[in-house]
Each structure stands twice: as C-alpha cells, then as structure tokens.
C-alpha cells in the first residue's frame, strides 16, 4: 500500500461528461472506487466535450470546420484527457465505445468496470399506440406517411418493405443495410428520452436502436413481453412512464447485429505515472471484461478505425479459451470470421482477426 498517497488529504477528482448516462456511469465507478478505498474522497467534475457541443449534428457527417480533426474520434474524450494532463482531474470516465484506441502520450486505459450487456434494441411502437397517435393526427393530407405499429418480438428482418429506421451509428447502419438493402435509415440524435419521444411523434420512424447497457444504467427495465418501465427516480417519473406506454423492444441478437467495440464497457483513463491511479484501477478491474475489450481494441487499432467505423466486434470467454466475432464492412462483400485464442493473447487475437479481414 502507497502510505503517502493514502492519506485521507488525496482527493481524487473523476473526470466525465453532463450527459444523464455519462453521469451514471460515474457514480457507478465512484461507488466502486469508494467501496475498495475507503480513506480516499472522490469527487465529480463535469466537462462539456467537443461531442456534447454537436448534439444536433451527425458525427459521421460533421462539417470539417467545426471539428479539431477531419474525423469523429475524440469528440467525446479530449476534454476529459486535457483535464488529466493538466493534473485538473485523476480520472477520466469513459463509455469505452467512445474512447479511441490511440491515447496521447502519458495517459493510459488503466481499468474496466464489469461489462453489461452489450446487445442492442430493436425500439418501435406497438399496434395499439400506432392507432392511438393516428387518430390523434388532424391534419392528415396524402401523401403524408401514417404511424405504424408492430408486434412484440419484432426483428430486423420482419419489418415492412421501405421500412425507416432512425440511427446515427454507421455500424448500425451498414448492418442494418446489410440484412434489408431496402431499409432506410435515417440519422438521430439526443438521449435516450429525447429519442422515444421522437419515435412517438414522427410518423416516418418506424423504429430505432439503443444499448441495452445503456437502458440498464439509466433503470429502464424491459421485460420479456416487451414493454418497459421508466426510472422510478427523475422529476417526473409518471410523465416518463407515460412517454414509454406503448413502447415496445426487441433484442436483437449477435448475428443480427453486432456490437461497437467496447460496447457496455466503462473505462477508466489515468496518467500512466500516478502510482495510486494505477492502484485503485487493478482494484476495481474486472478481468475478464479487460481481457475481452483488449481484444476488440486491439482489433479495431489494427483496423485503424474509431466508434464510427464500418466495422464491430464482440469477444467472450468460453471456458478457459478467448473467442471473438469481427466483421468489417469496408470490404465487399463484408465478411464475419470467428478468432479463438488463449486468454493470455488477446492483443494477438485482435490482430490476427484483422489480419484475416485484410486479407
């Protein structure tokens, strides 16, 4: 134990976006971190990132001169890592999703809180709320698309011809594109809130897509009929359950549509010479959510992409061997492979997995 940076003097500062989400997943870390170091105080400090700033844009089509680099890595995460540079804060919290493989010098991905479910969600309105929200509509005209409503359980590939589904992530969307060339989709922005209500009052959505993991750390519950319940926590947790009456999802599976590298992963960026940094993150770190990340982001370094890259990844432990699923949409056709290797090689098995999607 480092006797002199144990002090109950070291206050450890956690850097993180202002997002509810972002939010919640640092009091989750905070929490962590508090349980294992009792002696030590930890704090919040919220920074506005250069993403934040461009909610209304979409990050794969941002004007280049509004953006500090020609492409989108970074926008969620510089803020944060100028803030432990200039030692203003300890820690950076980060969806892992967002964090880009290359970091600047000196800082360094020291830890990983277990991973949650890395699904993603099929969100649509149900028949009965289609219906409501049509006879609701008074200046209806032709020509003017009517809301449409499905069953539970719905799926990608059961949607109707011409269908239109809202997602800002080109993975999503070239998977998407993949399995139904004749989807369109269409580019949406703001939280999760933001989005339903969108779904609710915009005809020409028939569906869109959210995390699991997402919903989970912000206590959405969704059951296996398919409905949700909100946040029981909030200003007004019954207009929040109104919003989500009629609501309905699906998950979707992985050879449906995988995950973002580092999908329903939190990490934890420090500076690589801060012994008690370095301390608290092999404390808190599940290892084998590190194990399965360092694969995929290693992968997709190889790959030389970041989160809006055409490509995606899901590693898991199966027994004592590492097992991953990679497809890259940059080559056509695209190609999914399956990589397995021993545990103590994930950065091999990443590369060799792009390796293979190179070829």
Known sequence: MLKADTTPKRKIILATRGSPLALAQTHRVLNTCAHAFPHLRFEIRVIKTTGDKLQTASLAHTDQDSLPSPTAKGLFTKELENALTEKSADMAIHSLKDLPTELPEGLILGGVLRRADAHDLLIYRSPALAEKLQNAVTDWAPGVKSYRGFKRGLKIKDLPQGATIASSST????????????????????????????????????????????????????????????????????????????????????DEMLPCVGQAAIGIEIRADDPLLNEICRAVTHPNTQICVTAEREFLRAQGGGCQSPVAAFARIIGHRLQMRAVSFRITPPRWITVEGKLTEAEQLGREAARQLSE
Do not use: C, W
Request: net charge neutral; proline share 7%.
């Open 171 to 254: 993975r999503r969307q070239v998977q998407i594109q993949h399995l139904r060339p004749d989807i369109r989709v269409i580019p949406i922005r703001g939280n999760v809130g933001t989005r339903i209500r969108k779904l609710r009052e915009h005809p020409e959505i028939d569906a869109t897509l959210l995390a699991a993991a997402g919903l989970e750390r912000l206590e959405y519950h969704l059951f296996p009929d398919g409905h949700f319940t909100a946040p029981k926590t909030g200003s007004d947790p019954a207009a929040a359950q109104a919003e989500l009456d009629g609501i309905l999802g699906s998950v979707l599976e992985m």
